[in-house]
């Protein structure tokens, strides 16, 4: 089987299948549903992902480890979460 999701980094066999149960079996799935859109069609399917999926997703999606996502874009996906919004500092 050639899984397309298992070709972008940081995606592995696991979070793939996760993917691919909530419907995403393509990058360009991914794209559409978004990094928060997945995450919460993951959690809400009952798998129990923890963040790291989160950020491995948008990472995936910008091509970079999920380590590298600056902690700015992790704070932004945090409070699209949460359905807040950021305040910028003065």
């Not at 910008?62 to 359905?83: A, E, F, S, V, Y």
Request: net charge positive; no cysteine; glycine share 6%.
């Amino acid at each position: 089987m050639n899984d397309e999701l298992q070709h972008l980094k940081n995606l592995g066999k696991t979070s793939s299948q996760w993917l691919h149960a909530v419907g995403i079996h393509s990058p360009s799935d991914l794209r559409r549903m978004g990094s928060v859109g997945a995450y919460q069609a993951v959690r809400k399917r009952g798998f129990r992902a923890t963040k790291v999926l989160l950020y491995a997703i948008e990472a995936a999606l910008m091509d970079i480890h999920w380590i590298d996502l600056p902690i700015d874009r992790k704070t932004d996906l945090n409070h699209q979460l949460n359905g807040t919004s950021r305040q910028t500092k003065l």
